[in-house]
């Protein structure tokens, strides 16, 4: 991910002990700020504060997920991996303060040299390798407190994840899926994590992973920026993954003949798709590449990297140096950061300061005329209470039902239910019909799509949904007229499969979706071969950044592999 940052988003606003200068970007999960620190005696320093999303700090899973990134980064101290300083909260915002880094995203690199048509020297990009393997390697052989093996992998080893500095520096950034023993959430079965067209053959197949899955992702990462061209380019993200799970990678010199043939082996030894061919450890390839920069040429070092990156940047770093100096010349006061306004940073993000904060009121001028104020005061409460007086007497009878609990799309109950003529109050559990997962009425076959808010409208029935290609499907409706005497929406009905040995299910959403099964989460799309009871299933599709909620209904057979690829737009 790398950060855009225009002028007109130069609106600070003060974060606790930190300023806020600008929006970067926006993930999954977290949103990410240029920031500044004031100290005492004019000390200030520039740094990125990364946020978790507001409707997500809320959800325990999320909030792990989060609090794991900074956990494991803050363990690791080497010149190649970005550091960590702070993590906290405010109020209801959980924050990680960490290092700022000048530069730009090897992915943005690689696209500027295409745009620019400009080559990436293979020295350059061989040495960017070499430091990237040299932090990755710190992180494989980090210990604990205890002195035992953390087991980092980062899982996401990709072009977005490595960044080039203006001085000529390598970080990696994102230990956000990372895998070590200290996690307090692990991946479920059948969940994938990470960039598919970055994964390795084992990642892809669920498999137990170790550094050299790492490895395998930096060889692709090391083929790509040699070639200036993706390695793995498929229509759809099932065809991608097969062909990493096959692993049948050409010879870089195939697309560039003057890359020497020593750093193609290289390359090539990487990306072995047997995992025992490949170097045993990130720093066995960091030696090897250094071994081959010593041959090629002497300038290969950080200020060769300084001065490539000087002359494909140069805008972007006047601009975003812009940025930083006029917003470290407008220093913020201890005052506004306690009692400031945080609500008006961005138009699409929400702040709110503690409810405990006290809110500070202007001082009032002492009042020498205190009486006329309190008859005034006895004259408008006589007042009030006459109007309430006769207000309670003119009342319309209350009803006895309680209020109804408003549907709360985050709540398993509730997403993806059919409208009830009377809604679900507090003490009514919801129709067994809304819950997800729950069984239904013998639907005609093929899956079955359904928007996830409020069902079907009347007269409207769930049809099978039009096929295009292998497996791939589209929404369709089809009308057809009520029933008569048709069960309510309440009415209790089977909320078990049929009986029968469980089934797998390889499901490919397009875009990503997070699958709910009777109310838990089996993880985001793709799932691959996750075990599910055999029969007819429904299941929900969530992706709150496209608005999606989806139910879907698919048949699960009984021992075999059941492969769906939907589409929801």
Same mark, same amino acid.
């Given at each position: 991910?790398?950060?855009?940052?225009?002028?007109?988003? !130069?609106?600070?606003?003060?974060?606790?002990?930190?300023?806020?200068?600008?929006?970067?970007?926006?993930?999954?999960?977290?949103?990410?700020?240029?920031?500044?620190?004031?100290?005492?005696?004019?000390?200030?320093?520039?740094?990125?504060?990364?946020?978790?999303?507001?409707?997500?700090?809320?959800?325990?899973?999320?909030?792990?997920?989060?609090?794991?990134? #900074?956990?494991?980064?803050?363990?690791?101290?080497?010149? =190649?991996?970005?550091?960590?300083?702070?993590?906290?909260?405010?109020?209801?915002?959980?924050?990680?303060?960490?290092?700022?880094?000048?530069?730009?995203?090897?992915?943005?690199?690689?696209?500027?040299?295409? @745009?620019?048509?400009? #080559?990436?020297?293979?020295?350059?990009?061989?040495?960017?390798?070499?430091?990237?393997?040299?932090?990755?390697?710190?992180?494989? !052989?980090?210990?604990?407190?205890?002195?035992?093996?953390?087991?980092?992998?980062?899982?996401? !080893?990709?072009?977005?994840?490595?960044?080039?500095?203006?001085?000529?520096?390598?970080?990696?950034?994102?230990?956000?899926?990372?895998?070590?023993?200290?996690?307090?959430?692990?991946?479920?079965?059948?969940?994938?994590?990470?960039?598919?067209? &970055?994964?390795?053959?084992?990642?892809?197949?669920? @498999?137990?992973?170790?550094?050299?899955?790492?490895?395998?992702?930096?060889?692709?990462?090391?083929?790509?920026s040699l070639v200036l061209?993706?390695?793995?380019?498929?229509?759809?993200?099932?065809?991608?993954?097969?062909a990493v799970e096959k692993?049948?990678?050409?010879?870089?010199?195939?697309?560039?003949?003057?890359?020497?043939?020593?750093?193609?082996?290289?390359?090539?030894?990487?990306?072995?798709?047997?995992?025992?061919?490949?170097? /045993?450890?990130?720093?066995?390839?960091?030696?090897?590449?250094?071994?081959?920069?010593?041959?090629?040429?002497?300038?290969?070092?950080?200020?060769?990297? /300084?001065?490539?990156?000087?002359?494909?940047?140069?805008?972007?770093?006047?601009?975003?140096?812009?940025?930083?100096?006029?917003?470290?010349? +407008?220093?913020?006061?201890?005052?506004?950061?306690?009692?400031?306004?945080?609500?008006?940073?961005?138009?699409?993000?929400?702040?709110? %300061?503690?409810?405990?904060?006290?809110?500070?009121?202007?001082?009032?001028?002492?009042?020498?005329?205190?009486?006329?104020?309190?008859?005034?005061? %006895?004259?408008? /409460?006589?007042?009030?209470?006459?109007?309430?007086?006769?207000?309670?007497? =003119?009342?319309?009878?209350?009803?006895?039902?309680?209020?109804?609990?408003?549907p709360d799309p985050d709540?398993?109950?509730?997403?993806? #239910?059919?409208?009830?003529?009377?809604?679900?109050?507090? @003490?009514?559990?919801?129709?067994?019909?809304?819950?997800?997962?729950?069984?239904? +009425?013998?639907?005609?076959?093929?899956?079955?799509?359904?928007?996830? &808010?409020?069902?079907?409208?009347?007269?409207?029935?769930?049809?099978?949904?039009?096929?295009?290609? +292998?497996?791939?499907?589209?929404? #369709?409706?089809?009308?057809?007229?009520?029933?008569?005497?048709?069960?309510?929406?309440?009415?209790?009905?089977?909320?078990?499969?049929?009986?029968?040995?469980?089934?797998?299910?390889?499901?490919?959403?397009?875009?990503?979706?997070?699958?709910?099964? @009777?109310?838990?989460?089996?993880?985001?799309?793709?799932?691959?071969?996750?075990?599910?009871?055999?029969?007819?299933?429904?299941?929900?599709?969530?992706?709150?950044?496209?608005?999606?909620?989806?139910?879907?209904?698919?048949?699960?057979?009984?021992?075999?592999?059941?492969?769906?690829?939907?589409?929801?737009?």
């Amino acid at each position: 991910m790398y950060y855009t940052m225009r002028m007109a988003d !130069v609106q600070p606003r003060q974060f606790g002990k930190y300023r806020l200068i600008t929006k970067l970007a926006t993930g999954g999960m977290a949103e990410i700020f240029l920031a500044s620190y004031q100290g005492i005696g004019g000390f200030s320093k520039v740094l990125v504060v990364k946020k978790i999303l507001p409707n997500l700090s809320e959800e325990p899973r999320f909030l792990e997920m989060f609090l794991d990134e #900074a956990r494991i980064a803050a363990m690791l101290n080497h010149p =190649n991996v970005v550091q960590i300083f702070d993590l906290g909260r405010i109020g209801s915002d959980y924050f990680i303060a960490m290092e700022y880094l000048a530069g730009e995203s090897l992915s943005y690199v690689l696209k500027e040299c295409r @745009n620019q048509k400009k #080559a990436f020297p293979h020295w350059l990009a061989a040495s960017v390798v070499a430091q990237t393997a040299e932090g990755l390697h710190h992180a494989h !052989v980090a210990t604990g407190k205890d002195g035992q093996p953390l087991g980092i992998v980062h899982r996401d !080893v990709s072009p977005q994840n490595i960044f080039l500095l203006y001085d000529g520096g390598v970080k990696v950034v994102d230990f956000g899926i990372a895998r070590a023993t200290t996690r307090t959430t692990q991946t479920r079965t059948g969940m994938l994590k990470g960039k598919y067209a &970055y994964m390795s053959p084992e990642q892809v197949a669920g @498999n137990d992973l170790d550094c050299r899955s790492d490895i395998f992702s930096l060889g692709i990462v090391l083929w790509e920026s040699l070639v200036l061209r993706k390695l793995f380019i498929q229509e759809n993200d099932l065809d991608l993954l097969k062909a990493v799970e096959k692993a049948d990678i050409p010879d870089p010199r195939t697309f560039r003949a003057t890359i020497p043939e020593p750093l193609a082996l290289i390359c090539q030894k990487s990306m072995a798709r047997d995992k025992e061919r490949r170097y /045993a450890s990130a720093n066995d390839m960091a030696v090897d590449l250094r071994r081959f920069l010593k041959t090629c040429r002497a300038d290969w070092d950080n200020p060769a990297l /300084a001065g490539f990156m000087q002359s494909l940047c140069q805008k972007r770093i006047e601009k975003k140096k812009a940025i930083i100096d006029q917003a470290l010349s +407008d220093p913020v006061s201890l005052e506004k950061s306690l009692f400031g306004d945080l609500t008006t940073f961005s138009s699409d993000t929400e702040y709110s %300061v503690p409810h405990n904060t006290p809110s500070r009121q202007p001082a009032q001028p002492h009042d020498r005329t205190g009486m006329p104020k309190v008859i005034l005061l %006895v004259v408008m /409460a006589m007042l009030l209470g006459g109007g309430l007086t006769w207000l309670w007497a =003119n009342r319309e009878p209350a009803s006895s039902a309680p209020h109804a609990r408003p549907p709360d799309p985050d709540r398993p109950e509730d997403a993806g #239910a059919p409208p009830a003529p009377t809604p679900p109050t507090e @003490n009514e559990p919801p129709s067994p019909a809304a819950e997800d997962g729950g069984a239904t +009425d013998p639907p005609p076959d093929g899956a079955t799509i359904e928007d996830g &808010y409020g069902g079907l409208a009347a007269g409207e029935a769930a049809a099978p949904v039009s096929q295009r290609g +292998d497996n791939d499907y589209r929404l #369709a409706k089809r009308h057809q007229k009520p029933k008569k005497n048709s069960k309510p929406a309440t009415a209790p009905q089977d909320n078990h499969p049929p009986p029968g040995p469980p089934g797998q299910l390889r499901l490919l959403t397009n875009p990503w979706t997070e699958v709910f099964y @009777n109310g838990k989460s089996l993880g985001q799309t793709p799932l691959v071969d996750i075990e599910l009871p055999s029969g007819r299933i429904k299941l929900r599709l969530v992706n709150r950044e496209r608005g999606i909620e989806k139910t879907v209904t698919v048949t699960i057979e009984p021992g075999k592999k059941t492969v769906e690829k939907l589409d929801l737009f």
